[in-house]
Nanobody
Framework: QVQLVESGGGLVQPGGSLTLSCAASGTIFNIDSMGWYRQDPGKQHEMVAT???????NYADSVKGRFTISRDNAKNTVDLQMNDLKPEDTSVYYCNLVMRWKYAAANFWGRGTRVTVSS
């Protein structure tokens, strides 16, 4: 079993900052990547940022230059520093962990943390 626990969501004014944190625990090995996705009701989830085990980061175009993802491989944690937040960043943010083997992969998700950007 793998558990992902997110923290750091909340209400922030436009232009403000928040940091989301995710800690993974349980039987964890062969981690391929960790990252953050967001999803609104009735919509598909959207990749926000991911980072591989060797540190390669990937960002959605909408957050490039504003969000920074960081990962601690030893602690199995991943953070998302969000700056210059906009109302359209309002969503539920989910932590994701992918474990990969030669012929298979497994995705794990946290329960989500809500971010609201509003004045």
């Amino acid at each position: 079993q793998v558990q992902l626990v997110e923290s750091g969501g909340g209400l922030v004014q436009p232009g403000g900052s928040l940091t989301l944190s995710c800690a993974a625990s349980g039987t964890i090995f062969n981690i391929d990547s960790m990252g953050w996705y967001r999803q609104d009701p009735g919509k598909q989830h959207e990749m926000v940022a991911t980072v591989t085990s060797d540190g390669n980061a990937n960002y959605a175009d909408s957050v490039k230059g504003r969000f920074t993802i960081s990962r601690d491989n030893a602690k199995n944690t991943v953070d998302l520093q969000m700056n210059d937040l906009k109302p359209e960043d309002t969503s539920v943010y989910y932590c994701n962990l992918v474990m990969r083997w030669k012929y298979a992969a497994a995705n794990f998700w946290g329960r989500g943390t809500r971010v609201t950007v509003s004045s």
